[in-house]
């Protein structure tokens, strides 16, 4: 890969990584400041549309319990429709979604291919990055508004993707999973500290790593390097994994919360707490467990608090609560040995400049041309 190739990617890998990012990560110190909490965050009376997270959450944890069928596209729209209060249409969602189902069998047929498996990804790669009338001769981008407007949450929302052509390295991977398990393409998807991507094989049962977000292909090497994965997340299977089919449902548990938070404020109560747990029970997965140690977190200081401990050294003096914080600690530590990596929010606003000032100049070049 040339060193041009290089950075271009990196530009579009770092703008991937916001479309999911969470909520910040808690900074264990030895005396972070705690917060005053005194409302009931169990309260949700205060949030009309509650109800929407819960049938979201009922429907993915019945696919995920065997008592109905494995479904991503309907686990995705149910979390979508969270983010639209519920104004989503779903006829309207299955209708696109057909149309490019049929398209992209119809694209396969003329691709010559020594496999049928091959021919169906090629056809999905030809109508991610060439312009096609199945994509109305546009093909995707990567939604600069979004990343500007709102860190990349509504650039992440498969719906979005498809009512606009733009999207994310968390949108463009899903779609491409709805569309290959619906095809009958065997392609997974494979997640990276804030990044996800597509895997599938060739004939010959080579693995290849493709790119939602640029159009091309990149080598493991460059995965490991770009996101800070070492070999120790990789044999934990915590990065750089192909995700099952249940696996891949439980991506949208953590979307569900994303979107929970952003709309309601909520982000430590049982609604949360079921989520993550049910999560964890059928993948590690890292953003899960990272949202299981923020409210384990908030729930130490909330008791904290109403003990009048204002700092993590006094909390460390109660007996009780030690054993919960050592417990948090010891939690964060098995985390970090499976070979996670936190970017630190230094590093976020960093790069997130970085980008902003890219595409400022590439506009400016544009506009003189």
Same mark, same amino acid.
């Given at each position: 890969?040339s060193?041009?190739?290089?950075?271009?990617?990196?530009?579009?890998?770092?703008?991937?990584?916001f479309s999911?990012?969470?909520?910040?990560?808690y900074?264990?110190?030895?005396?972070?400041?705690i917060?005053n909490? *005194?409302?009931?965050?169990?309260?949700?009376?205060?949030?009309?549309?509650?109800?929407?997270?819960?049938?979201?959450?009922s429907?993915?944890?019945?696919?995920?319990t065997?008592?109905?069928?494995?479904?991503?596209a309907?686990?995705?729209?149910?979390?979508?429709?969270?983010?639209?209060?519920?104004?989503?249409?779903?006829?309207?969602?299955?209708?696109?979604?057909?149309?490019?189902?049929?398209?992209?069998?119809?694209?396969?047929?003329?691709?010559?291919?020594?496999?049928?498996?091959?021919?169906?990804?090629?056809?999905?790669?030809?109508?991610?990055?060439?312009?096609?009338?199945?994509?109305?001769? *546009?093909?995707?981008?990567?939604?600069?508004?979004?990343?500007?407007?709102?860190?990349?949450?509504?650039?992440?929302? *498969?719906?979005?993707?498809? $009512?606009?052509?733009?999207?994310?390295?968390?949108?463009?991977?899903?779609?491409?999973?709805?569309?290959?398990?619906?095809v009958?393409? $065997?392609?997974?998807?494979?997640?990276?500290?804030?990044?996800?991507?597509?895997?599938?094989?060739?004939?010959?049962?080579?693995?290849?790593?493709?790119?939602?977000?640029?159009?091309?292909f990149?080598?493991s090497?460059?995965i490991?390097?770009?996101?800070?994965?070492?070999?120790?997340?990789?044999?934990?299977?915590?990065?750089?994994?192909?995700?099952?089919?249940?696996?891949?449902?439980?991506?949208?548990l953590?979307?569900?919360?994303?979107?929970?938070?952003r709309?309601?404020?909520f982000?430590?109560?049982?609604?949360?707490?079921?989520?993550?747990?049910?999560?964890?029970?059928?993948?590690?997965?890292?953003?899960?467990?990272?949202?299981?140690?923020?409210d384990?977190?908030?729930?130490?200081d909330?008791?904290?608090w109403?003990?009048?401990?204002?700092?993590?050294?006094?909390?460390?003096?109660?007996?009780?609560?030690?054993?919960?914080?050592?417990?948090?600690?010891?939690?964060?530590?098995e985390?970090?040995e499976?070979?996670?990596?936190?970017?630190?929010?230094?590093?976020?606003?960093?790069?997130?400049?970085?980008?902003?000032?890219?595409f400022?100049?590439?506009a400016?070049?544009?506009?003189?041309?």
């Amino acid at each position: 890969m040339s060193p041009f190739c290089r950075i271009y990617l990196l530009f579009y890998f770092f703008l991937c990584s916001f479309s999911i990012l969470a909520s910040s990560q808690y900074v264990f110190q030895i005396e972070a400041p705690i917060a005053n909490y *005194v409302w009931n965050e169990n309260d949700t009376s205060r949030y009309a549309n509650h109800y929407l997270y819960e049938k979201a959450y009922s429907i993915i944890e019945c696919m995920l319990t065997d008592k109905a069928p494995l479904d991503f596209a309907d686990a995705i729209f149910a979390v979508e429709n969270c983010m639209y209060d519920g104004q989503l249409d779903y006829l309207s969602y299955v209708s696109e979604l057909d149309r490019l189902v049929a398209g992209i069998k119809h694209m396969a047929e003329a691709v010559t291919a020594p496999t049928k498996d091959v021919a169906l990804n090629y056809a999905i790669y030809l109508f991610y990055t060439r312009p096609c009338p199945l994509n109305n001769y *546009v093909p995707y981008e990567y939604d600069q508004i979004s990343l500007i407007e709102d860190v990349g949450l509504t650039g992440g929302m *498969v719906t979005h993707l498809l $009512k606009t052509g733009k999207g994310t390295c968390h949108s463009l991977p899903y779609l491409y999973k709805i569309i290959a398990d619906r095809v009958g393409a $065997k392609a997974y998807i494979a997640n990276a500290p804030l990044h996800s991507y597509i895997r599938h094989q060739d004939a010959n049962g080579n693995w290849w790593n493709f790119e939602t977000t640029v159009g091309g292909f990149s080598r493991s090497s460059f995965i490991m390097d770009s996101f800070h994965v070492n070999e120790k997340a990789i044999r934990s299977g915590l990065y750089m994994t192909n995700l099952t089919a249940k696996e891949t449902i439980v991506q949208c548990l953590y979307d569900l919360l994303c979107v929970y938070e952003r709309k309601t404020g909520f982000y430590s109560n049982d609604f949360v707490r079921k989520c993550y747990t049910l999560g964890l029970r059928y993948h590690y997965a890292d953003n899960l467990h990272q949202r299981r140690i923020n409210d384990l977190k908030y729930q130490l200081d909330k008791k904290a608090w109403h003990k009048g401990l204002r700092s993590e050294l006094e909390v460390c003096t109660d007996s009780i609560l030690r054993h919960e914080y050592n417990y948090i600690q010891e939690q964060i530590k098995e985390f970090v040995e499976m070979g996670y990596y936190a970017y630190t929010p230094e590093e976020y606003m960093q790069k997130y400049q970085e980008a902003l000032h890219y595409f400022q100049k590439k506009a400016n070049k544009s506009s003189k041309q």
